[in-house]
């Protein structure tokens, strides 16, 4: 089901995916060398946030913080 998905999103234009994970992070705080993936845990509501935020920007694909 996956690929007729992509197939009909990219058959429609341009696909935006989302921006810089990491950078986003370290804007809401995360720090200089610890690991983003521990966000995925430790504050999932940020991750969330994150996400939110690239789909309002207008992303089309969003990759997971993994």
Same mark, same amino acid.
């Given at each position: 089901?996956?690929?007729? $998905?992509?197939? +009909? ?12 994970m990491g950078s ?9 060398? +610890?690991? *983003?993936?521990?966000?995925? $845990?430790?504050? *999932? ?15 089309? $694909? ?5």
């Amino acid at each position: 089901m996956f690929p007729k $998905i992509l197939e +009909q999103k990219l058959s429609d234009g341009p696909v935006f995916l989302d921006g810089a994970m990491g950078s986003l992070l370290m804007g809401m705080g995360l720090h200089s060398g +610890q690991p *983003p993936e521990e966000w995925t $845990i430790k504050y *999932p509501k940020r991750i969330g946030k994150a996400h939110q935020l690239y789909r309002e920007a207008g992303s089309d $694909i969003l990759q997971t913080n993994t």
